[in-house]
């Protein structure tokens, strides 16, 4: 009878220990809900505890094939499932199950246990891996709420990389880096201001370029210069083209006056001519002398020849307006031609100098230093990039964007290495197939 009543009382006192555990991990639950919300993947740990039953406080990794096994449960599929829905399969293969129970005093009972006894939760999530542009990459413990700042923040923040052995010399590393940027930089910028010569109006890219390397050099002050030699250029083509087109201008306002005299050397030719075939007939009815038929005849002779003269000057005016208007129409498309060849020959010295680029930044790279900042200290942004499950999230990622368990984050600080365009716009294409026409 007082074996029954311990017995008795050591069930009551189980059971509010068993109700105690299910308020905790109701708490703990309710704490969690990033746990509750997540996918159990292989390489999480998952962790069982029995109210009353020290014994039966165990942890086990679920494997490889997705299984989760603890003793007196069995093998569970646990991949893909989140913690609630494994923790009511453990429930499940525990309710009512008869197990051994050791009193304080040393006694061995058989106990049935509860669903409410028993309880779940994920002890360590599968780590989070950071690689690039970080001082310490590699694997972190991965904690709800983690975001990508927190991983960074984690990985020794965004700086230098530990330097490998490469026999390379990191001053004549940088050194080629900056030498290289600068070039590439310029070329580019050249690129650009050809293409605005041309008549384009294309914006610089600047968010494809990383921060200049020397504090001395940056993009503005390259693209300021090409655009103070494309205004040069522009003003000088102007000003002959203006010089040109003033001289058009005077010749027609002379062969506008030549014109005028030609009108009124005609009109007097005709009057002269007219006062010569009167006098012819006075001379032969004897009314005019010698003399003044001489006189005549010299008049009408100079009316022609002061309309021919006039004419001859009108001749040699309109073909040098010809020469002009060619010479005019020369400037422009020479111009254009040259522009062309230009644009041409400068969009292989940006693809080569860019690729120049890539090779010294692959150097650093390999090296393991970042790239070089200005002496005013490295204000680049970084940025980072998410791979998840063996896929790159694509949309808006930023440095609060959340992580979960077995992300990949590749940190970036800034664009490493600029792109080039590979085809000009559809009216450069159609202005170079016109220009190869006519050549």
């Known amino acids: 009878m007082r074996r029954n009543v311990r017995s008795a009382g050591a069930n009551a006192s189980l059971r509010g220990a068993g109700a105690l555990a299910a308020a905790l991990a109701a708490m703990f639950a309710g704490s969690g809900a990033m746990a509750d919300e997540y996918r159990l993947q292989p390489g999480d740990v998952v962790g069982m505890s029995v109210a009353g039953l020290p014994e039966m406080n165990m942890t086990a990794a679920i494997q490889i094939d997705g ?60 780590p989070v891996f950071v690689s690039g542009d970080v001082a310490e990459p590699g694997r972190i413990p991965f904690h709800p709420g983690m975001t990508i700042r927190h991983a960074i923040a984690a990985a020794g923040g965004g700086r230098l990389v530990a ?23 310029t070329a580019s910028a050249q690129v650009w201001r050809l293409r605005q010569e041309l008549g384009e109006t294309i914006p610089f890219r600047y968010d494809t370029w990383p921060a200049a390397p020397l504090s001395g050099a940056s993009l503005e002050d390259i693209l300021q210069v090409e655009d103070a030699i494309r205004k040069a250029r522009t003003e000088t083509h102007d000003r002959q083209r203006s010089f040109l087109e003033r001289t058009l201008n005077q010749i027609d306002a002379q062969i506008a006056v030549l014109q005028q005299l030609l009108e009124v050397a005609k009109a007097n030719e005709a009057v002269d001519a007219e006062a010569l075939a009167g006098a012819k007939d006075a001379i032969d009815r004897g009314l005019l002398n010698q003399a003044r038929i001489a006189d005549i005849r010299v008049a009408a002779l100079l009316s022609s020849t002061r309309r021919l003269q006039t004419e001859s000057s009108l001749m040699q005016l309109e073909r040098r307006r010809t020469e002009v208007e060619r010479e005019r129409s020369r400037l422009v498309e020479e111009r254009r031609l040259d522009l062309l060849s230009d644009l041409q020959s400068a969009r292989v010295t940006e693809a080569r100098e860019i690729a120049r680029l890539s090779s010294a930044d692959e150097k650093l790279r390999a090296a393991g230093l970042a790239l070089p900042v200005p002496a005013g200290g490295d204000t680049t942004p970084l940025t980072a990039s998410i791979i998840r499950d063996g896929v790159e999230i694509i949309g808006s990622v930023e440095l609060e964007s959340p992580v979960q368990p077995g992300d990949v984050v590749e940190v970036r600080r800034g664009q490493r290495v600029p792109t080039v365009a590979a085809h000009a716009s559809s009216a450069a294409a159609r202005a170079i197939q016109a220009e190869a026409a006519l050549r």
């Open 67 to 126: 299984s989760l096994s603890f003793p007196l449960v069995g093998p569970l599929e646990a991949a893909g499932l989140t913690i609630d829905e494994t923790r009511s399969q453990i429930q499940t293969a525990l309710a009512s199950r008869l197990v051994t129970a050791y009193l304080p005093d040393g006694r061995e009972i058989l106990r049935a246990l509860d669903r409410d006894q028993i309880s779940a939760s994920v002890t360590e999530y599968r």
């Open 163 to 185: 330097a490998q052995a490469t026999g390379e010399n990191e001053i004549d590393l940088r050194a080629d880096y900056a030498e290289a940027w600068q070039s590439a930089a």
